[in-house]
């Protein structure tokens, strides 16, 4: 059973446009969202992460946004760069280092 | 944060056979993990693997197929053992550091013919 639900599967976004990705979860014991960021090749790194205490996180061109009665959060990419297409991981946490990790986004940045 | 280092990058390897893939630690760390991320695919959590216990196992993995040694807070191997083609994958390493951030190694791509 699939407890992080991750939309969606790809996208195509022109250079200078907005990057959405939503995640939904289901175990209210969550309590750590982390957004990775996986280029080719490489290992996921940490984008970006939020605990529920807040609604937004916000850095640089990153945000994440957070509606805790909903279960839902998403990733926010402004001002969308050719370099940041990659494949986008949701994940959620609680009580443990062992994150649950979405299905991934496949995000292509057209210049 | 922690800097991760695996070794091999990537092989290629005859069915029937194993592969010991290593991961290198630049600090001393807890709890270190391994995934397989099988192509366009998540992540899949094979094993926990603490310094000074036996690794703990995911559902559908079992020791005898992926043995793990954690001979010290700096490193971790991953053995892939009697290999076939549904092997082929991703291996990451990662470990826990801090208040729970995951930070992940460059990955082991492996291809079993």
């Known amino acids: 059973q699939q407890q992080v639900k991750q939309s969606p599967q790809s996208l195509i976004v022109q250079k200078g446009g907005i990057s959405i990705i939503n995640c939904a979860y289901e175990n209210t014991a969550f309590d750590y969202f982390p957004w990775y960021q996986q280029f080719p090749g490489k290992g996921p790194a940490l984008l970006i992460a939020?605990?529920?205490?807040?609604s937004e996180k916000k850095e640089g061109r990153f945000t994440i946004s957070f509606n805790k009665s909903a279960k839902q959060f998403s990733l926010h990419i402004m001002d969308s760069q050719p370099g940041d297409s990659a494949t986008y991981f949701c994940a959620a946490r609680g009580g443990s280092y062992i994150p649950t990790f979405g299905r991934g986004t496949s995000l292509i940045v057209h210049p | 944060s922690a800097v991760i280092s695996q070794k091999p990058s990537r092989d290629i390897c005859q069915r029937g056979t194993s592969l010991t893939i290593q991961c290198q630690v630049d600090s001393q760390v807890t709890m270190m993990f391994w995934y397989r991320q099988q192509p366009g695919q998540s992540l899949t959590l094979i094993a926990t693997a603490n310094q000074g216990s036996e690794a703990t196992y995911e559902s559908g993995f079992v020791i005898d197929k992926f043995p793990i040694s954690r001979p010290n807070l700096t490193f971790s191997t991953l053995t892939v053992s009697n290999m076939s083609p549904e092997d082929s994958s991703i291996y990451l390493c990662?470990?826990?550091?801090?208040?729970?951030?995951?930070?992940f190694g460059p990955g082991t791509r492996l291809t079993v013919l």
């Open positions: 990662s470990v826990g550091v801090g208040d729970g951030e995951q930070f």
């Open positions: 939020i605990r529920p205490d807040v």
